[in-house]
């Protein structure tokens, strides 16, 4: 679902001015997502943000916790007054109700983990297997991000189609060494997912589509 953007929409942001303080009101194009459905409850946090666990916080430059329009996420649950999406990993709470609705309905196709995995690992980038370089050529490390997409969790596709991995291979400016400005492709194949703030790889083997 994407959101029902609205110039009414103005959360409190902190981080402007020396030293960092209240932001003037605005409208934003982002909502404040929670661990639980209460105002109260923290803020979603982050592994790469905030690899100490501490809660997301209200600062203009902390993405861990705010998920922004034209993103598209599914439903994780609904509660009185409150929806629940899939974000990053975790099930973040948002508020949302019939008479001051935050989304607009959509459709999207999604992935999940393959049935039986506990998760499927997420990916920033979508290089392929060692065996698509050819012998002189190091390949590039194939390292999922500190992400992962637990069992039961769903993501929408944000290109329909899956994408054929690869690397291109540029180390010179003219072509002076083998191989060079090569674009080697792979036979993995990966999805792109929005996923949190922003767009990630999934491997097809790793996920099925719902």
Partial sequence: MPWNYSSSNQP???????????????GASFVYLHTAPSDSAPLLSDPAIHPDGSPGTTNGADLSDKAVAGLQFAVAGQAAGWTAIWFGGQQGWFRDSRNA???VPTRGQTISAVPGAASAPVYGRAYPEAAAYPTGVTPQAVVPLQYTIAAGQRYVLAERHPVRADYYYAKTIDNSIPFDHTDFQGSDLYYLIYFGHRTAYVRAADVVLN
């Avoid at 409190?12 to 605005?26: E, L, M, S, Y």
């Fill in 12 to 26: 409190i942001v902190r981080g402007c001015g020396t030293p960092p303080g209240d932001c003037p009101a605005q």
């Fill in 101 to 103: 609705s935050t989304t």
